[in-house]
């Protein structure tokens, strides 16, 4: 029983010394699921994308503008742009250039285009990706 005590605090200290956060998904025993590491920075920067800068009215700076690429060419210059936005947002997480990359990919039959994420911590690798077209300027004018 002792042994057993002993390994709950070794664990415990471990992974208070790992990054965590709070997710929004209850988990098995009622409580909200505790995320670590890279889900953490996965869930931070996906959160930080979805907010259109200029909506939070006591900090208008807060959020992206990557929505506003929709009506650019879709040429390599745009890629660029959105790219180094994009590096933006990841370092104002605090997460650097070498843990986050991303693939842009433009859509052929529609206005918008893919934002694949990708974010490699400590040995993991985890996909993401974000859809940016007409929808998403509707959803933000409140038309839906």
Do not use: C, W
């Not at 415990?12 to 965590?20: D, S, T």
């Not at 006591?58 to 040429?75: M, Q, R, S, T, W």
């Amino acid at each position: 029983m002792a042994k057993s005590n002993l390994d709950t605090f070794i664990k415990r200290i471990k992974e208070k010394a790992k990054v965590h956060d709070m997710d929004n998904v209850i988990g098995p025993s009622g409580d909200f699921k505790t995320i670590f590491e890279i889900d953490v920075l996965l869930k931070r920067y996906l959160y930080l994308l979805s907010i259109p800068r200029g909506t939070y009215p006591f900090d208008p700076k807060f959020g992206n503008a990557i929505h506003l690429y929709l009506h650019e060419p879709a040429d390599d210059e745009t890629k660029e742009q959105i790219t180094q936005d994009l590096n933006d947002i990841a370092s104002s997480l605090g997460i650097p250039s070498t843990v986050i990359t991303h693939n842009i990919q433009y859509f052929s039959n529609k206005l918008g285009f893919n934002v694949e994420v990708i974010i490699e911590y400590e040995g993991e690798n985890l996909v993401h990706t974000v859809t940016f077209d007409d929808s998403l300027l509707r959803t933000i004018d409140g038309e839906i």
